[in-house]
């Protein structure tokens, strides 16, 4: 019985994938595959407690609020590519202080659209649709003991440590943009790895000390995932459906095997699937290249800290 209740949050969140992709292939609409939705059902129904501290509606809120900011900044901002990174992260940052909240997936929500150019409304409503899914399952689950009641208190920040946390992270960030722009290597600083690289240089000790681990698995899971849309679905025309089913197969077993729970590398998993065709084969590189560069910041940020407590 043990057994079942822990596979039932799994096999909803195989069925949450597929359901999101195939409704996108049957309106041919690309729009309504948002990556993030695999990270927030890792995060709200496979981990023991839900990761972010969010109340539900402040979650669904929160992703229309910057999925519609995100489509808004590429329709009507004329501003270069890394300038609108730097705001979108800027305001991204300032959302989670006033919504007293440390859901950093709404970085991805906002800054997906402006990385891909996606102007459609089609997407945050796909997106606002699906959380508030994600929300009434996550209920469900909790109510049937299939996961923990996660009670939300308002998230009190100390708000000059705060100040400096967001300017560190802020210089890396627009280092990352500027290179990423210039050099036409966008995935160098894709959504997954820049919500990644927040929690990592945050106040997650044992987040960081698993960070080789999860260095690993993403790579593996990027890998997995691009080379699988590439070959099976563009050259051996492999319905994308049955490419998406086998990737998130392959992920869930990974993370119920190895009990990670970290969910950008649902969103790095479910990411290539939008991609353009030519940068699946560079995919996993950018990936690694990039996810190893914000790791490195993030314990670069967090030793500084660190040590800034220990004077005081």
Not at 174 to 180: H, T
Not at 233 to 253: G, K, N, R, S
Request: proline share 6%; hydrophobic share 55%.
């Amino acid at each position: 019985m043990k057994s079942q209740k822990q596979l039932l949050p799994y096999i909803l969140t195989f069925i949450m994938v597929c359901l999101m992709v195939g409704v996108s292939q049957w309106l041919n609409e690309p729009e309504i595959i948002f990556p993030e939705i695999t990270a927030l059902t890792i995060g709200s129904w496979l981990a023991p407690k839900q990761v972010w501290k969010t109340s539900p509606i402040k979650l669904i809120l929160l992703i229309l609020i910057y999925a519609i900011l995100g489509v808004l900044m590429v329709r009507y901002i004329d501003i270069f590519l890394e300038l609108k990174i730097i705001v979108a992260f800027t305001i991204c940052s300032v959302g989670l202080l006033i919504s007293k909240t440390t859901f950093a997936p709404l970085i991805s929500a906002c800054i997906l659209p402006i990385l891909m150019g996606t102007e459609s409304w089609i997407y945050p409503i796909a997106a606002t649709f699906m959380t508030i899914i994600i929300v009434i399952v996550q209920k469900f689950l909790q109510d049937y003991e299939y996961s923990h009641i996660y009670q939300y208190q308002p998230v009190e920040f100390d708000y000059h440590h705060e100040l400096w946390l967001f300017l560190k992270r802020l210089l890396v960030v627009i280092g990352l943009a500027v290179v990423a722009t210039r050099l036409e290597i966008r995935l160098l600083i894709a959504p997954p790895l820049i919500v990644a690289f927040f929690e990592l240089s945050g106040n997650h000790k044992k987040l960081r000390s698993q960070a080789p681990r999860l260095y690993g698995l993403t790579i593996f899971i990027a890998f997995i995932s691009a080379y699988a849309r590439y070959f099976f679905t563009l050259q051996y025309q492999i319905p994308l459906i049955i490419t998406v089913a086998l990737i998130t197969l392959i992920l869930l077993l990974i993370i119920y095997s190895l009990k990670i729970f970290f969910p950008p590398i649902g969103a790095i998993a479910i990411l290539p699937m939008i991609l353009s065709p030519d940068l699946l084969i560079i995919y996993p590189f950018l990936i690694a290249m990039g996810f190893a560069l914000l790791i490195l910041f993030a314990f670069l940020i967090s030793k500084e800290n660190s040590s800034i407590y220990e004077k005081t």
